[in-house]
């Protein structure tokens, strides 16, 4: 038992690694060009709804859902597909058959999914609030913190299903992604 718990934490940490380390020793230009990509899209709408006189909270909604949309893009398009990509590389026959579960596999591609994502979306979200100089009224850090690092335990749980099912349906299923990453758009203030 101890040596598959040992197996499973191994598994994890590996494939976890795998992305932080790439996301930390990534060329500086990449990640100035991720941020300013989602910081360009979100200024796009922020100054498009200050120019048609909306209600201040919608520069919010807009920073906040700046902040989480590559939350949902990671899950969808890293998370769910990844094992999809495995099988097209020919590498999933040699995950399958080694000692890890692949539970483990898909549990380190996650945490690496939430530190990656949370790098640029933390940049994005002060440099949103720097520029444009928005407050918000948060009267407990630590409901906000659970309420997030519950969020993205259910976010990322969709996208380990997500996972099995491109598996199983392959490039069939992408149009299922296109279709639910829309409403996850429009409730995050991305389309007017």
Do not use: C
């Amino acid at each position: 038992m101890r040596k598959k718990i040992d197996i499973f934490i191994k598994t994890a940490y590996a494939r976890a690694y795998v992305r932080v380390k790439g996301q930390l020793t990534r060329d500086l230009n990449w990640i100035l060009a991720s941020v300013a990509g989602a910081f360009l899209t979100m200024a796009t709408y922020v100054y498009l709804y200050k120019s048609i006189g909306a209600p201040e909270e919608f520069a919010g909604i807009v920073l906040l859902g700046g902040f989480m949309t590559p939350y949902w893009l990671n899950v969808l398009w890293s998370v769910a597909t990844q094992l999809y990509w495995e099988k097209e590389m020919g590498n999933l026959q040699l995950i399958i058959l080694s000692p890890a579960p692949l539970s483990a596999f898909l549990l380190g591609l996650t945490i690496g999914g939430i530190v990656q994502t949370t790098i640029r979306s933390l940049l994005v979200l002060f440099v949103g609030i720097f520029v444009f100089k928005i407050s918000f009224a948060v009267t407990n850090i630590w409901l906000v913190i659970f309420v997030f690092i519950v969020t993205l335990m259910a976010l990322y749980g969709v996208g380990m299903i997500f996972s099995s099912l491109f598996l199983f349906y392959g490039r069939e299923l992408w149009r299922m992604a296109l279709l639910v990453q829309e409403p996850v758009t429009l409730a995050s203030g991305f389309y007017f």
